[in-house]
């Protein structure tokens, strides 16, 4: 059996996390390690692994430019 299809899954999951308002930094969270552990398999196999680097910072832009609590948690003293 294929762990492609549950992959998908939890995939899935996360970004419907991501979209909603409520749940987003969840989302988020759970995206980043997703794609961390993308980013540790495609190193071990030797392959580029810049794209899910700047998507998880894609990620983490939006939040940032969508959530003020997240703005106000980072603004400078």
């Known amino acids: 059996v294929s762990p492609v ?7 899935l999951g996360c970004t419907l996390l991501y979209i909603l308002p409520r ?33 998880a910072v894609l990620v983490w832009g939006g939040v940032f430019l969508r959530d003020e609590r997240l703005r106000n948690l980072l603004k400078p003293r």
């Open 5 to 11: 299809q549950p992959i998908g899954f939890v995939l």
């Open 23 to 55: 749940t987003r930094i969840l989302g988020a969270l759970l995206l980043t390690a997703y794609l961390g552990g993308a980013v540790a398999t495609m190193a071990r196999l030797g392959e580029p692994f810049v794209f899910p680097i700047i998507f």
